[in-house]
Structures are given as C-alpha cells and as structure tokens.
T-cell receptor
Framework: SQQGEEDPQALSIQEGENATMNCSYK?????LQWYRQNSGRGLVHLIL?????REKHSGRLRVTLDTSKKSSSLLITASRAADTASYFC????????FGTGTSLTVIP | SAVISQKPSRDICQRGTSLTIQCQVD?????MFWYRQQPGQSLTLIAT?????????ESGFVIDKFPISRPNLTFSTLTVSNMSPEDSSIYLC???????????FGSGTRLTVV
C-alpha cells in the first residue's frame, strides 16, 4: 500500500499535556498535509508542509518533516478536550494518499 | 476556502436500492473528488470528477456501481447503486483549491445498508 502509516493508532492524554503523532510514508512527495476529523464527519485541513521544509508551526501545532526517513510528526501542545478527534496525514506526490489515522482522546 | 454543502448527512437504506449523494460548492472548481471511509478506516479515493468529462475511477471502483455526475463546476453527485451491507461507510466529497490550502471536504454522508 502507498498509504502513510501512523502511530500510535490511539492516544489518550490528560488536558494540558502535549500529543505527538507520527506518520511514515513510502514514496517521494511534493508535500505532506495533516487533517483532523471529528466523529466521522468531514476532514478539516490543519497544516501543509512542503518537501523542502523541515518544520512548520501553526498556533499550537508543530509539524516536522524528514524526507530522508520519509516521516513526519504532528505535535499538539497544551492539549484541550476539544482536540479529541482523529488525525490523518496525507501525502501529495503523483497521487494523494491518506494515512491510517491516530485517534486522540484528551481527558479533561 | 471553498465551502461544500453535502447531503444527505446520513441515511439508512435497504439492500438492493440506490442512494444519490450531492455536493454543492460555493465556488467554481475544476476537480471534485469522492472518497469512501469504511468504519474505523482511512479514506480511499473512489473517483475524480471533472466537469464535461467522465469521472476517472480508482482501482476497485467501477462506474456501474458508483456512477458520478458533474453537470457544472459547482456541483457533483455520487450514486451508490444496488447497495449491500458492505457499502456501509462514510462517503465524502472534496475539492482542492490552492496547494497551500490543502483539500476542503464536505461534512460526509454516513450510509448504513440493512
């Protein structure tokens, strides 16, 4: 499969803690994107990092990309209960593939 | 970013029947994408719909089962035909605008086939 693999599959943390999710992929990419999905609803685009970028920030989100290892990580700092959702990475190369997702639960 | 109105949001259907899902975009877009998300799984691309031409289907998906219409640059429909319980999934439409904005998704249609 060309999909990204994400780990962990599920993550449960206390409110205020940081959450880190990882994504590994197999093919060359133009960019990598992270999305959030609440309760089986539509996906919301969070952040995009290009293949020539190594790190990107957006609010409480920090994304890193290591093209030599074909991996990316999403860090959510100071998590809130409202961050509870599934998070997917998606790689854009010749095609667009979604990863397997991480289910994050933030306990108030 | 574009705003997509997708309906119905959910439906429960009898096996053997068909359901048509609609997506309306508030701006003109060249390509629209249809995805399936089976329970607990990631998203799988069904097809890409271009206005004025037949949709391009991914491996494992065929036009007879998932006919798609794209009558103009703001609207598309996906029909799930002759449904079976295995078709129970969330179906999502999506558009891509500028690369930096990623993809915008409809709110999804949760389909249960009984």
């Amino acid at each position: 499969s060309q999909q990204g693999e994400e780990d962990p599959q599920a993550l449960s943390i206390q409110e205020g803690e940081n959450a880190t999710m990882n994504c590994s992929y197999k093919t060359s990419i133009n960019n990598l994107q992270w999305y959030r999905q609440n309760s089986g609803r539509g996906l919301v685009h969070l952040i995009l990092i290009r293949s020539n970028e190594r790190e990107k920030h957006s609010g409480r989100l920090r994304v890193t990309l290591d093209t030599s290892k074909k991996s990316s990580s999403l860090l959510i700092t100071a998590s809130r209960a409202a961050d509870t959702a599934s998070y997917f990475c998606a790689t854009k190369g010749n095609q667009f593939y979604f990863g397997t997702g991480t289910s994050l639960t933030v306990i108030p | 970013s574009a705003v997509i109105s997708q309906k119905p949001s959910r439906d429960i259907c009898q096996r053997g029947t068909s359901l048509t899902i609609q997506c309306q975009v508030d701006s003109q877009v060249t390509m629209m994408f249809w995805y399936r998300q089976q329970p607990g799984q990631s998203l799988t691309l069904i097809a890409t719909a271009n206005q004025g031409s037949e949709a391009t289907y991914e491996s494992g998906f065929v036009i007879d089962k998932f006919p798609i219409s794209r009558p103009n640059l703001t609207f598309s429909t996906l029909t799930v035909s002759n449904m079976s319980p295995e078709d129970s999934s969330i179906y999502l439409c999506s558009v891509a605008e500028q690369e930096s904005k990623g993809y915008t998704f409809g709110s999804g249609t949760r389909l249960t086939v009984v």
